[in-house]
């Protein structure tokens, strides 16, 4: 004989007779089946004698021809079912009634008017419940309130298993049960109580049966086998899912407790734990969802960390994943977040088959295209002059006198282009990153960092004390070689030549600041000395030309890369200044003179380059700019008055430089448009054909602002996260503010410096004060994720002794041209007003900047609109004149002039290198 295995609620397999010509589940008479006890595996064994103890009735069924088999079948019950109607109630009754989708039971006590009862729950409460809300009126009368526990906790301990057998048996008849006769096949009684118990079942069961409620009647009917089938596959995926779900929530939880009380000593080592876990794919999912730009995460991603999410009880933002996976020890406390949703790392490792690329040419250097060309000059004395952590040598100076006495200016670059050929893996690369980053732990270097900081670069063995030159390892290099004419102006250009140097000196700025302060006879470097004073001399010309200088102090923040996911991270800001360092000055100078050169060999060639040009701005009155104090706050009243510069395939005048052709090619280690320009002037020099058109120039600096774009305001946000979080550490500091100008006049809203910072910001000013106005700030307001600081002032510190408040009331000079109310400012106004930031009549502007929720949303939007100028680590809030495409497209401010030509930090801001 056949048997079937009938098993417990949630377990798959519902065996067919063999023999059956139904194919309906059979219990077989002689040859019991197994059947898994409630709480233990002890193994009970279904015959009749046991069913008959149980209070089953059975009948023999012969159901084959073949095989004479008894069947044991529940005998029907002649009983009906009660039928729920308003008039069924009536006081000392047990009901089940529906609430917020859940059956519950309840006790009847007496009437609440026509059509509602006061029912007391399980829990002891007592409310109105409308009679059409009942779903079950259990039999018998005169319960006592203690049978509603009674019966609860009853129902909860039966036991599931019996609807396996109850379904096997009931199977076999293919019809519908009452609720009293499916009572009877389960418990052998129709007793309210084995009814409540038989309710509470079939509303936990989504395996054996279906139940209808109609007209106040209970039908229960069993389902067929390949629906059974079919919702115990369902159930064991779902116990999958659930048992899944349930373990990542204790291995997040433990992992967040765990990071609570010690951040992780290798967060790559953690990660690479659950990346191979059985939790990897949701882990993948939140780091997906919480990194990735609006709208660029893939939808499987999406739904999963929102899952993810909500089973944390979380909302399901990805700010919110992003501070989940930070508590998990999963990312950094500081994740520069910008960063990674531009996507970037912070790895200076580039894919591998770039870093491979790299290691081939380090191990096997390919012949040198220029050997022919490459002049020696290893007998010139090179001055290289960067700040103390720069590892990427760039350019380096010297300064000869030839035959006739005439002095001759060297500027040397690096030369990457004897490694690299247009097209090849390496340049791609290159150019599709088109700059490197810079960031306050450090850089994300265009090229590979093992070349980059290798022979690449001008390499330096030497220090500021210097060393036999015998003893230098020589470097290629691309070499300037230019004389002045007395009025400073570009005399003639000697030769642009590939060449060998030794990086004879390698001096920091303080170092060659401290030199160069000893002047003629007393310095240490005389051949510096003459270096600045041409450079002098090449400033001043440029000057009586129109030249434009912005003179605005930057700060410059740094940390540590190991501070990253400290609580307390070690972090500094210093003021950065062109014009308090000779050495900036004279390096910036050279870096734009050695840009001319090229230029005009450029033009007078025809030759296709990134030639960088910017129209004339309108620039106000000289007795307007004389009226303000020299320094930042006659920066500030020129930058707002800038244009936009542009990069063009052949010559075109760049107004606040006064230079007629003009090209970027001082830093090619850091910025694609510089090896561009390498590229061409080689082939040239050979008499080759040019491999960058005029066409291609243009449309791959098209390209590079595109993708800069997105990269520039990374940089600059991660900057103000720093910004805030310098300011947080030092929430007990005040700050000496200098008044730059009016950012919104109607709202009291002044743009000011931080005097021993060098940060920009806006703050809220109650009391008149015009540029050089000094006040005493303190934070009020700080939110370190989002890069939002507020200062307040405590009180004035002094006012300027320049004439603007006395100009403005004797001669009549429009107010705006000492503020801030420019092209820039409306596009500001515009954005806040599309951000339901009202900016109208000054007394409504004024009521909206007291609420400090909307002061926040305002100091946001005008930081995200006036991006700061620097990038990188440098810090300028209102700098409206930011370079938002990065290196390959200049800001407003005519970043090529002095005041940020050149900036060779490795930190610091990537407009002030546009000149080099």
């Not at 159901?63 to 109607?85: D, G, I, L, M």
């Not at 400073?488 to 030549?497: A, D, F, P, Q, V």
């Not at 001319?596 to 910017?614: F, I, K, N, T």
């Not at 009331?809 to 820039?824: F, H, I, S």
Request: aromatic fraction near 6%.
């Amino acid at each position: 004989m056949s048997a079937v295995s009938c098993q417990r609620a949630g377990s798959v397999g519902v065996a067919r007779s063999a023999n059956s010509k139904t194919s309906r589940p059979s219990l077989d008479y002689a040859a019991a089946s197994s059947i898994q006890g409630p709480a233990t595996d002890q193994t009970y064994r279904f015959c009749p004698r046991a069913a008959a103890a149980n209070g089953w009735k059975h009948q023999k069924v012969p159901t084959c021809r073949q095989n004479q088999r008894h069947r044991c079948r529940a005998v029907k019950s002649t009983n009906a079912a009660n039928k729920v109607s308003d008039g069924t109630l009536q006081p000392g009754l047990l009901i089940s009634y529906k609430k917020d989708d859940k059956h519950i039971l309840g006790y009847v006590v007496e009437p609440d008017g026509k059509k509602n009862w006061w029912i007391i729950d399980q829990h002891a409460r007592r409310f109105s419940l409308p009679a059409k809300t009942v779903s079950l009126v259990l039999p018998g009368s005169n319960y006592v309130l203690d049978d509603v526990q009674r019966f609860t906790a009853a129902a909860e301990a039966a036991d599931m298993s019996l609807l396996d057998i109850a379904w096997a048996v009931a199977a076999e008849d293919s019809r519908s049960y009452s609720l009293p006769e499916l009572s009877k096949l389960l418990f052998a009684d129709e007793l309210a109580l084995s009814q409540y118990m038989t309710f509470w079942m079939l509303l936990q069961d989504s395996i054996y049966f279906k139940t209808t409620f109609k007209a106040g009647v209970w039908s229960i009917a069993p389902k067929t086998v390949d629906q059974v089938e079919a919702a115990q596959a369902a159930a064991a995926t779902e116990a999958a899912a659930t048992a899944d779900r349930t373990s990542f929530l204790e291995a997040f939880a433990a992992a967040t407790a765990a990071a609570s009380k010690q951040r992780p000593a290798s967060l790559a080592a953690l990660l690479a734990e659950w990346q191979q876990g059985p939790h990897a794919e949701r882990v993948s999912a939140l780091m997906e969802f919480a990194q990735s730009a609006p709208g660029k995460c893939s939808a499987a991603s999406c739904t999963l960390a929102r899952e993810c999410l909500l089973l944390l009880k979380r909302r399901p933002e990805p700010d919110v994943a992003l501070m989940e996976l930070i508590n998990a020890g999963l990312l950094r406390l500081h994740e520069p977040v910008p960063l990674l949703r531009s996507g970037r790392t912070t790895d200076t490792e580039m894919e591998p088959h770039i870093e491979a690329a790299a290691q081939a040419l380090l191990s096997t250097p390919p012949s040198d295209p220029d050997a022919s060309l490459r002049q020696d000059l290893t007998h010139l004395r090179v001055f290289t002059v960067d700040d103390a952590s720069t590892t990427e040598i760039d350019d380096g100076l010297s300064v000869q006198e030839d035959e006739a006495g005439r002095q001759l200016l060297w500027v040397h670059v690096a030369d990457p282009t004897r490694w690299i050929t247009p097209g090849d893996v390496l340049d791609l690369e290159a150019r599709a990153r088109s700059r490197s980053l810079y960031f306050p732990w450090g850089s994300l270097p265009m090229f590979p960092t093992s070349l980059a900081e290798g022979p690449f670069s001008l390499n330096s063995s030497s220090s500021s004390q210097g060393s036999s030159s015998d003893n230098l390892q020589p470097c290629c290099a691309f070499s300037v070689c230019v004389s002045l004419a007395e009025d400073g102006s570009l005399g003639e250009l000697i030769t642009i030549t590939p060449s060998k140097i030794r990086d004879t000196y390698r001096l920091t700025y303080d170092e060659a600041d401290l030199d160069l302060s000893l002047g003629p006879g007393m310095c240490r470097y005389e051949d510096l000395q003459l270096i600045y004073e041409a450079a002098r001399l090449r400033r001043s010309w440029r000057v009586s030309h129109g030249c434009i200088d912005i003179d605005l102090p930057e700060g410059k923040l740094e940390v540590s890369v190991g501070d990253l996911d400290r609580k307390l991270p070690g972090i500094t800001c210093t003021k950065l200044s062109q014009w308090e360092s000779a050495a900036r000055l004279m390096v910036a100078e050279m870096m734009i003179l050695a840009g001319e050169a090229v230029g005009s060999l450029g033009a007078s060639a025809g030759l296709p380059l990134p030639y960088r040009g910017q129209e004339a701005p309108q620039l106000p009155s000289q007795k307007i700019l004389d009226a303000l104090p020299e320094g930042p706050c006659r920066g500030f009243a020129l930058r707002r008055c800038m244009t936009r510069s542009v990069i063009e395939g052949s010559p075109v005048r760049h107004a606040s430089l006064a230079l007629d052709a003009y090209v970027q090619f001082t830093s090619p280690i850091r910025r694609y448009s510089d090896i561009m320009a390498h590229f061409n002037i080689k082939a040239h020099l050979r008499g080759e054909p040019l491999p960058f058109p005029a066409t291609s120039i243009m449309s791959i600096s098209a390209a590079a602002v595109e993708s800069n774009r997105e990269l520039g305001r990374a940089e600059s946000d991660v900057a103000k996260y720093w910004a805030a979080e310098y300011l947080r550490q030092h929430s007990s500091s005040s700050w000496t503010g200098v008044v730059l100008g009016w950012f919104r006049a109607e709202a009291q809203l002044a743009a000011v410096t931080l005097d021993e910072l060098g940060l920009e910001t806006i703050v809220k000013v109650d009391f008149p004060v015009v540029p050089g106005d000094r006040l005493n700030l303190k934070l009020a307001d700080v939110d370190v994720r989002s890069g939002y600081y507020r200062l307040y002032v405590q009180d004035r510190l002094g006012t300027s002794a320049a004439p603007a408040d006395r100009l403005l009331k004797q001669d009549g000079v429009d107010e705006t041209l000492l503020a801030m109310d420019n092209e820039k400012t409306s596009q500001l106004k515009q954005q806040c007003a599309n951000e339901h930031v009202a900016t109208g009549d000054g007394a409504a502007s004024e009521r909206q900047m007291r609420n400090p929720v909307q002061w926040r949303h305002f100091a946001a939007t005008a930081n995200s609109a006036t991006n700061s100028s620097s990038g990188g680590s440098s810090v300028s809030a209102l700098a409206t004149v930011s370079d938002p495409e990065g290196l390959m497209c200049e800001s407003y401010s005519g970043v090529d002039s002095l005041s940020s030509a050149h900036a060779k930090t490795r930190h610091t801001v990537p407009m002030a290198m546009l000149a080099k």
